[in-house]
């Protein structure tokens, strides 16, 4: 996978993640839950851009280090929205999937770049 792949499955992940949050029920959990989930699954397409236009190999590591971590956030509020929203685990686990194959490349990489 290239870069510029990367950069549309990482837009395509945050996209997904919207439309799910908008197919759930409206209450203070929820909306607590989505909230971040949005926040952390577009950062992760936002950042992984700021990586891709980074100045170093330090900055490039830096920048990919936040992806990681917004990827792994994005997995925990999904983590926890299926257990408030049981009726929801299918398209959940589908877009968990998506995330923990993002997460895998980004850690790949991230490995690759520290190893040179």
Avoid: W
């Amino acid at each position: 996978m290239n870069a510029e792949e990367l950069k549309q499955r990482t837009k395509k992940f945050a996209i997904e993640v919207g439309l799910f949050t908008q197919l759930l029920p409206y209450n203070n959990l929820n909306k607590a839950y989505c909230n971040q989930i949005i926040r952390s699954s577009s950062s992760t397409g936002a950042n992984y851009r700021a990586a891709r236009r980074a100045k170093s190999k330090a900055d490039h590591i830096n920048k990919l280090k936040i992806v990681e971590e917004e990827l792994d956030e994005s997995l925990y509020f999904l983590e926890l929205l299926v257990v408030f929203n049981p009726s929801f685990e299918e398209k959940i686990n589908s877009i968990y999937k998506e995330g923990e194959i993002l997460l895998k490349i980004i850690v790949a990489t991230l490995i690759t770049l520290r190893n040179n």
